[in-house]
């Protein structure tokens, strides 16, 4: 059977010229990564200037509609997305894992603008956490201060072009889809001097690959 | 001409002067400033501190009824270096003999907290009267009378005050942290704070 096999550049052309003709082929995984990156619904969540940014990207100038990420939900519950969108105080920042935590799998990450990144221009700040990827995961950063909406959307079409990449299969599932995984993280406490502890070493510092093994 | 006639009026010499005569015991120094904006404050002791506050706001004189700001500062212990000239004794190859000398000294100006209020009296349309208290010192002795009682918008820079700076307010009725969480120990706007580095929080 392998000797009839056909090459995915061939499986590709052959779809294009199925379609040419009236006939509509697809696979589960293309249809289940196609459902996931076209609905993409974020958190109703702002954190400083940068929300201001987002706000503006759902809006009728740069439409996030086109991308089908346009219903922002008010609840963890319903949200796929959580843009972290602005400085994140270190009193801020169990709350904001503590919403991650709350958001069902799959879920993803966007760290909008430097403060999310990195703490941006109040990193030596007492009371600044240094980037929200020291305790949850993060799928896409931008970087800017504060990103353009244009920035925003960039990071969104990543989004999606990696949700699209993922297999349901195989080492390289998504997270949601290994038994072992988890889908919720360690709520930093207030400590005498700070958070504790000050970062998470199984999401810090990202990495390419997914940090979690698979199980067998 | 009548706020030229209320600033002349609330010089703080004049002030002093009122404050001592109306209210016996109490000890006011005036701080200058040198520039140009030229609002001099008023130092204030503990003892008297709430006393005068409420002669300022209820004078009919002065009724300064807006307290519009009330800040921490914290002052680090300072040396003072200044050049006298000593008249001493010197051996010279002729005997003794009496010389003008050059000698610097050296004063420790001890460290202190201290709180400024900023007053205007929004029915006298006059103002700012600048109060100050100061703490003893800036490691045990931090505490000043609160002024809470007589402003009440003193109430949450106060507390931003003892959370930031760790000055205590004697009488504030709810001296709580107001910023940082309860269980932080440390008073971040203090000049020797030093902020987690990065190594100790993870590069």
């Known amino acids: 059977m392998d000797d009839h096999a056909l090459a995915p550049q061939q499986l590709k052309d052959l779809k294009v010229e199925l379609s040419k003709n009236g006939v509509f082929t697809t696979t589960l995984e293309e249809l289940y990564n196609w459902g996931r990156r076209s609905s993409v619904w974020p958190l109703t969540f702002g954190l400083a200037c940068c929300a201001i940014e987002m706000i503006a990207t759902t809006m009728a100038r740069y439409d996030l509609a086109r991308f089908g990420a346009e219903v922002f939900r008010p609840s963890p519950r319903q949200a796929d997305l959580i843009i972290v969108s602005g400085t994140v105080t270190k009193k801020m920042a169990p709350q904001v894992v503590r919403l991650y935590n709350q958001m069902p799998e799959p879920k993803y990450v966007i760290a909008m603008g430097a403060c999310a990144i990195s703490g941006g221009p109040f990193r030596d700040g007492y009371n600044v956490l240094k980037g929200i990827d020291r305790y949850i995961p993060v799928d896409v950063h931008i970087p800017g201060c504060p990103p353009r909406p244009e920035a925003l959307i960039h990071a969104f079409m990543t989004l999606q072009k990696k949700i699209d990449a993922q297999s349901l299969r195989g080492s390289d599932r998504p997270r949601h889809l290994q038994s072992g995984a988890p889908s919720e993280f360690p709520v930093p406490a207030f400590g005498e001097h700070g958070l504790e502890p000050t970062l998470n070493a199984d999401v810090f510092p990202p990495q390419a690959e997914s940090p979690f093994k698979v199980l067998p | ?203």
């Open chain 2, 1 to 203: 001409m009548s706020t030229a006639a209320a600033f002349v009026y609330l010089s703080a010499e004049a002030l002093r002067a009122a404050l001592e005569s109306a209210i016996p015991g109490c000890q006011v120094t005036v701080v200058p400033n040198g520039s140009p904006s030229a609002q001099h404050s008023l130092v204030l002791d503990h003892a008297h501190a709430v006393e005068v506050a409420l002669y300022l706001r209820d004078h009919a004189d002065y009724r300064l009824d807006y307290c519009s700001d009330v800040a921490g500062v914290d002052w680090l212990d300072a040396e003072r270096k200044e050049t006298v000239k000593v008249t001493k004794t010197v051996e010279t190859p002729e005997g003794p003999a009496e010389q003008q000398v050059d000698e610097t000294r050296t004063t420790l100006i001890p460290g202190y907290l201290e709180a400024v209020y900023h007053l205007y009296s929004v029915e006298k349309k006059h103002g700012p009267v600048v109060l100050r208290l100061r703490t003893t010192d800036r490691a045990a002795n931090t505490r000043v009378p609160s002024l809470t009682p007589i402003w009440r918008s003193a109430e949450f820079q106060e507390r931003e005050a003892f959370d930031l700076y760790g000055i205590v307010f004697d009488g504030h009725p709810d001296l709580r942290r107001i910023l940082m969480w309860d269980n932080f120990t440390d008073h971040p706007m203090r000049k020797d704070y030093v902020p987690p580095s990065e190594e100790e929080e993870g590069a």
